[in-house]
């Protein structure tokens, strides 16, 4: 009999979550305003809200936290991290940030002028949002086949290459100073970037005169995938493969709450001193001094800790084969997900689930909304309410896919919780037409609505 598969860990310690009633959970999510976000962590049995800074350190970061070594200037843990780093990346300049967003803050400030356009496979939020808060514009070069959620493809994450040579070919290399490519790509679904392109991305990128960071959130979560996927690379080590495709960048941004398994940090690291030099100034000005940027002693340390366990195989294959788990489980009962399934999040097709509600009462959050109604599970909408409206015309925009995410958690819950996750979405499904109706915006700020948007039932 073939020896089934178990998690490369055990628990040493356990946290109660609360289970509520149906009866409970209906004033609750009123109270709320129907916005999942000002739900209490209490009021939630399983949180797939993100996969952000919610992961189970191990027992080797919380001694790490211990040791942390708490001098401002030059501490031991600081240089614990910058060598982790190096190891992994092979870049040399590393400065920490408080986290993933801090470090788009401090690099753009640096380097960004207002005109600049920066392509990249579908930036993520903050980083978009902080490339248009310097007027600068965000260019989605990512390959057509992503926006197919059902065609299984293996890299939806890559770049599509004419695009972007077109951008480099029209534009002076001064206003292109450099590409961000996202690695995995959170917004079309946790998609990997192949090896291949990255190679690529970084031969158009000299050709025009121009540099490359990575958005480096997941990166080992990539590295994953192209060992499993991709021609030429099953051999290798994650922490090999890793190592070959920071190869082909210049420089990263990261946000140390997903792959670096902590529940606060970030930073940036360069291969060269001149962004370094530059950034420098502005991470003393927002973040704190150049050795610890925002970050605690005892923090650089667990995350050093958490880098090293990140980049092993056996925790990886552990990891995103519990979201492919749920991801099958979802197939298996008729619900419709994007494939392949992403790395850290199972996203279900809202329109096509409520296919009754009409897209201007939101069927993702009119489905998120009853999942915790089910069985007290907190998706989170990537439809039109985070959307928001047109800056100009002031009308909802409505984006090709609209989706509802369930992020999970890295080492946080088990396959029994994945299998509550999946049997709520299927009595819903059993049931979905019966929804008739959706929700509506009561109340909503310019920008970032989703965040603190007030609801009613339609
Ligand atoms: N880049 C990517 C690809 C991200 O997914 C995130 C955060 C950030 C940058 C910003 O990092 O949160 O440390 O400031 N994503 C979270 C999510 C919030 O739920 O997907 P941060």
Redesign the pocket.
Known sequence: MKIPYAEPYKIKMVEQIQKSSFEERKKWIKDAKYNLFNLTGKQVFIDLL???GTGAMSDKQWAALMTGDESYAGSDSYYRLKEMVKKLTGFEYFLPTH????A?NVLFSAILKEGNLIPGNAH?D??KGHIEFRKAVAVDCTVEKAFDPELIYPFKGNLDLEKLEDILKKNPSENIPFIIV?LTC?TTGGQPVSMQNLKSVQGLAHKYNTKVIF?S??FAENAYFIKIREKGYRNLTIKEIVKEMFRYADGM?M?S??DGIVNIG?FMAFRDRDYYDRASVYNIMFEGYLTYGGMAGRDMNALAQGLDEATEFNYLESRINQVAYLGEQCSKYGIPVMKPYGGHAIFVNASKFLSNIPREEFPAQTLAIELYLEAGVRGVELGAIMADRDPVTRKNRFPELELVRL?IPRRAYSYTHMDVVAAALKNIYDRRNKIKRGVKIVKEVPILRHFTVELKKC
């Open positions: 993100t996969d952000s986290q993933g967003r801090a788009e993520f903050t980083t996202t959170n958005d959130a997941r941004t946000s709450k997903k970030g992020a």
